[in-house]
C-alpha cells in the first residue's frame, strides 16, 4: 500500500466563523495505481491532494505511507501543479536536477556512485520525457506542454513513492493535454508510477484510472469509488466506446446527485422567457409618418 488517509477533516477559519471543507474521507492509492479525484468546484478535491502533500494540515485524520504517519511535505511524495512551477533562471536540465542540487547542499559527503545515479537518471527522465533535444533550453523558449513536461520530470527525480498532481493539464489546449495524458499512461504501465490525480475533467479522469473517486458538493465526502474496467494499455480511440461513455454518464449522475451545480439551462430559459414577456408586454410606442403639403 503506497498511500492511505483515514477520517480526513478539514475546517478553515474564517474571522469568527468556521467553513468545513472536508469530512471524514478515507481512501488508499495502492502501489502502481493511478487513482483520480473528481468533484464539484469549491469541493475540496486540491485541499485533499495538499493534506496528502503535507502542503495543508488537516483538522483530523491521518496520513500514512507504509503504515507511517506522514507530517509535512517529504521526497517520497512528488508534487505537479497546475502552474509550471519551473526556475526561469534554469535550463530545462537544471531544473530536472535540481532536486539533486539540494541534496548536495546538505550532504557534502555523498559516494560518487550516488552522484553519477543521479546524473544517469536525470539523462533518464530527458529521454522519457521527450525532453532530451530541449536540455539547454530556459522555460521561456518552450511551450505549455514542454513545460509541464519538465515540471512532472522534475517531480520525478526523487523517485517518489507516489506522483500527486493537482490539474496538471487543466491549462493545456486539448491536444496537447492528449499527448500528456498518454505520456502519463506510458509512466504508469513502463514505470511503475503511482499517482494520484486531482482534475475536473471527467473524461481525463476515466481514461488515465485505474479508480476514479468522486467527491460531494462542499464539505467534501467520498460519494463512491469506482473502478474503470479497462486495460493499463488503453488507448485515446477507447472514448469513444459505449462502455467508456456509460461510465462517464455514471459519473456525471453522481456528481449531480452529490450536489454538483447544474448546467443552469432550465433557469437561464425561464429568466430569458420572463424577460421576453415582460418586453412584448411593455406599451410600444409607434409613430405614423404625417404627410406634409
Not at 471524514?24 to 491532494?49: A, M, Q, R, W, Y
Request: charged share 25%.
Amino acid at each position: 500500500m503506497a498511500l492511505e488517509l483515514s477520517h480526513i477533516t478539514k475546517t478553515f477559519r474564517t474571522g469568527a466563523s468556521e467553513v468545513c471543507a472536508l469530512e471524514d474521507c478515507s481512501f488508499t492509492v495502492n502501489d502502481g495505481e493511478f487513482v483520480s479525484l473528481i468533484g464539484p468546484s469549491g469541493c475540496g478535491k486540491s485541499t485533499l491532494l495538499y493534506i496528502a502533500a503535507g502542503l495543508e494540515e488537516a483538522t483530523s485524520g491521518t496520513v500514512m505511507l507504509d503504515d507511517r504517519a506522514l507530517r509535512g511535505p517529504g521526497k517520497e511524495r512528488g508534487m505537479v501543479f497546475q502552474n509550471y512551477t519551473l526556475y526561469p533562471w534554469l535550463t530545462v536540465e537544471q531544473n530536472i536536477k535540481f532536486p539533486f542540487r539540494l541534496k548536495a547542499n546538505m550532504d557534502y559527503a555523498r559516494p560518487n556512485a550516488v552522484i553519477m545515479g543521479e546524473i544517469e537518471y536525470a539523462g533518464h527522465l530527458l529521454e522519457i520525457m521527450g525532453l532530451a533535444q530541449f536540455r539547454n533550453r530556459y522555460p521561456r523558449e518552450l511551450s505549455g506542454g514542454m513545460k509541464q513536461r519538465v515540471a512532472i520530470a522534475r517531480a520525478l527525480t526523487n523517485k517518489p513513492r507516489i506522483l500527486l498532481m493537482d490539474e496538471p493539464f487543466g491549462a493545456l489546449d486539448a491536444q496537447t493535454r492528449e499527448e500528456l495524458q498518454e505520456l502519463m499512461l506510458l509512466l504508469g504501465l513502463y514505470e511503475k508510477t503511482t499517482t494520484l490525480l486531482v482534475t475536473h475533467d471527467i473524461e481525463e479522469a476515466i481514461y488515465l484510472a485505474d479508480r476514479v473517486i468522486v467527491l460531494s458538493a462542499r464539505p467534501g465526502r467520498i460519494l463512491e469509488e469506482i473502478i474503470v474496467p479497462f486495460p493499463k494499455d488503453r488507448l485515446l480511440d477507447i472514448k469513444l466506446t459505449p462502455e467508456f461513455l456509460a461510465l462517464k454518464r455514471r459519473l456525471v449522475d453522481l456528481l449531480h446527485a452529490g450536489g454538483r451545480p447544474s448546467s443552469g439551462r432550465a433557469e437561464i430559459l425561464e429568466r430569458l422567457g420572463q424577460h421576453f414577456h415582460a418586453t412584448t408586454a411593455s406599451p410600444v410606442t409607434t409613430t405614423t409618418n404625417q404627410q406634409h403639403p
